[in-house]
């Protein structure tokens, strides 16, 4: 089992930044995959931002350029820095990640966190 608590959420004015983070905790042995999914009201949910924990990216369109993901293994977080917010990226951002439950299993686990709130508005 993982728990995933993000923080870094909020109100911010178009063109602005905010960073979102995530830690993990719980039973597992490593964390092969961390990454931030959002999705707003009367939407599927969507692909922000991932990265394995070889340092592997991949990036939604929308956020290619604006965000960067990045990870600290030792310390099992991921964060989320977004610059030149849109109106468009309004959503619920949840953190996702993919735990190995013991050394050497061939098994993975899906854990995700309860959300936190962006806002981008004027």
């Known amino acids: 089992q993982v728990q995933l608590v993000e923080s870094g959420g909020g109100l911010v004015q178009p063109g602005g930044s905010l960073r979102l983070s995530c830690a993990a905790s719980?039973?597992?042995?490593?964390?092969?995959?961390m990454g931030w999914y959002r999705q707003a009201p009367g939407k599927e949910r969507e692909l922000v931002a991932s990265?394995?924990?070889?340092?592997?990216?991949e990036y939604g369109r929308f956020a290619k350029g604006r965000f960067i993901i990045s990870r600290d293994n030792a310390k099992n977080t991921v964060s989320l820095q977004m610059n030149s917010l849109k109106p468009e990226d309004t959503a619920v951002y949840h953190c996702?990640?993919?735990?190995?439950?013991?050394?050497?299993?061939?098994?993975?686990?899906?854990?995700w966190g309860q959300g936190t709130q962006v806002t981008v508005s004027s």
């Open positions: 990265i394995t924990d070889g340092g592997s990216t």
């Open positions: 996702k990640a993919v735990t190995v439950p013991a050394r050497g299993s061939w098994f993975e686990y899906d854990g």
């Open positions: 719980g039973s597992f042995f490593s964390i092969k995959d």
